[in-house]
């Protein structure tokens, strides 16, 4: 098996950078596997006094990782000033490329399953002569485990049954995994010929969109309740939706598990993401998978209409679910706004 690399892009949140780290290090191939580290440059003074704290932490953790072999080896990019997420990412995974033909995609709030790693080379030696299958997701909003006790996610991410002991997850039916035209930009991966084909970088919303029917353009959005073409008005446009919309084109195919592997701690203080948990929560937060995830190659991948739908329906509003202070709030924005 070759193992891909990570590349891992990191701005500068000190904290969740380690706990991703932490994750990372305590995955079975970790000793196996060659780590890039992109660390974007900062914006202003308070900044770069939060980016060389960082990159501090970053190289404290390599001289450790080094001298007891967590790690098969780190290799450290430091950016000379701010290049925002897209282009760290879009010219990291370039860099990375350059000498490898995959690479697994974390960014600094992504905390892993212990056999997340498993799993992605795994899939990469399955499917690598496959070109429909585009990408590789370690995230999934769905959870098609049906599972033995009821159980609850406490903060620190561990699953416990109603009376508090904890347990591992222990399916009792499973989906292992399924084939989706969506991605997941939480931890995932790719090849080098799918991206190098495919992926562009669109500048403006005409661009992305050329070719497109309202048909695909209902069909990317699933019926309105994924309005993920918004993003196209951002500037720069995020290289998410840009890989979204290649896989669609491409009539392409994301292999993607049937409980997640990982979990964004990010959400109250990500890039493209703001929540609190005051007024909302997050369906899809939910403790990563913490047994291995066997993969059989399926010689004709196609997606699941009814997966489809049961996606469809969790994405619903983001997949932000509202605490009854939140409704009302949300119920007297809305009255406000159309007075």
């Known amino acids: 098996m070759t193992l891909a690399p990570v590349a891992l892009f990191v701005y500068n949140r000190t904290d969740n950078m380690m706990k991703t780290l932490e994750c990372l290090v305590r995955n079975t191939l970790a000793s196996e596997t060659e780590l890039y580290v ?32 967590t790690l098969k080896s780190i290799t450290i990019i ?14 990291g995974i370039a860099q990375v490329f350059e000498t490898h033909d995959r690479i697994i995609v974390l960014e600094d709030d992504i905390c892993t399953s212990p056999y997340y790693l498993q799993y992605m080379n795994q899939a990469f030696d399955l499917y690598a002569d496959v070109p429909q299958v585009m990408h590789v997701a370690g995230f999934t909003n769905l959870d098609l485990f049906e599972t033995d006790n009821k159980q609850r996610t406490t903060d620190n991410g561990q699953r416990t049954t109603d009376n508090g002991q904890q347990t591992a997850t222990k399916p009792k039916n499973r989906t292992t995994v399924y084939f989706t035209p969506h991605m997941s930009g939480w931890g995932w991966g790719t090849w080098r010929d799918r991206w190098k084909q495919h992926f562009i970088h669109y500048q403006t919303r005409e661009e992305a969109l050329q070719g497109m029917t309202p048909e695909d353009l209902n069909a990317i959005q699933y019926g309105g309740v994924f309005p993920c073409l918004k993003s196209l008005d951002k500037h720069p446009i995020p290289w998410d939706i840009c890989w979204e919309i290649a896989i669609y084109k491409a009539d392409g195919l994301c292999l993607t598990p049937g409980h997640t592997l990982v979990r964004n701690i990010g959400l109250q ?71």
């Open 38 to 69: 992109f660390s974007d440059g900062g914006k202003d003074q308070k900044s770069w006094q939060q980016v060389n704290q960082v990159r501090q932490k970053l190289h404290e953790f390599k001289q450790l990782a080094d001298r007891k072999k």
């Open 78 to 91: 430091e950016r000379p000033h701010n290049y925002y997420l897209e282009r760290n990412i879009t010219e």
């Open 269 to 339: 203080n990500g890039t493209h993401f703001r929540a609190s948990s005051i007024l909302q929560h997050y369906e899809f937060d939910r403790a990563p998978l913490d047994t291995p995830l066997p993969l059989v190659r399926v010689e004709n991948p196609q997606k699941d209409p009814h997966i489809e739908e049961l996606f469809a329906e969790a994405i619903r509003d983001w997949g932000i679910r509202y605490t009854p202070l939140g409704k009302i709030i949300r119920y007297l924005y809305k009255k406000l706004s159309h007075q």
